[in-house]
């Protein structure tokens, strides 16, 4: 209830402040688990990426975000799950995990971190660490712009990505983060203009 009524307030206000652009939300499946991975250019980023999916989704937050009480009840009542950076966080992981084993939508940044120049970075490996142990369907995504008021924000949503084809073939977390980062540039080259 609560995802919905944020979801609701978030979009009556980003989509004109923003001029959002959304593009290729086809792509997102409207069952089955799913993991949408973007690019990260701002804290804005999750309620942007949230706003113009079509399914609901989960995503980590700071842990340290989780001890101010109203905060952290608000994050849990829009779906946030808290993880411990820096770590490998078992309980993160199993979580993430549990979100996609029942179906539902998991939004990730590989990058792990925002991007200070608005570049694109390194991935981390745990976002190929979900695509890998799961079941899920990844769709790339890209967020383009710089959240000035009323200048042009664009986001936009790949083809899911084969992952069977790098769970077959025994990938690395590694390879996989770095082959779905390649999938975000891609998206990034094709709309950046």
Request: glycine share 8%; hydrophobic share 40%; net charge positive.
């Amino acid at each position: 209830m609560l995802y919905k009524f944020a979801r609701f307030v978030i979009a009556i206000i980003f989509y004109p402040l923003y001029r959002i652009k959304v593009i290729g939300k086809e792509n997102i499946p409207e069952s089955g688990p799913v993991i949408i991975c973007s690019n990260h250019i701002s804290n804005f980023d999750p309620p942007v990426v949230g706003i113009t999916s079509n399914r609901d989704i989960s995503f980590m937050a700071k842990g340290e975000l989780f001890e101010k009480p109203l905060l952290g009840r608000l994050l849990i009542g829009i779906k946030a799950f808290p993880v411990r950076r820096g770590l490998a966080d078992r309980n993160a992981l199993r979580n993430g995990l549990k979100i996609l084993e029942e179906g539902h939508t998991l939004g990730l940044f590989p990058e792990g971190t925002r991007s200070k120049t608005g570049e694109l970075g390194k991935p981390l490996s745990g976002v190929g660490f979900f695509a890998l142990r799961s079941k899920a369907v990844v769709v790339p995504c890209v967020i383009i712009g710089e959240y000035k008021p009323f200048s042009k924000t664009t986001v936009a949503y790949g083809k899911p990505m084969n992952v069977n084809t790098y769970r077959e073939n025994k990938a690395s977390a590694k390879d996989m983060s770095e082959a779905i980062m390649e999938e975000i540039r891609n998206l990034y080259d094709i709309h950046k203009n």
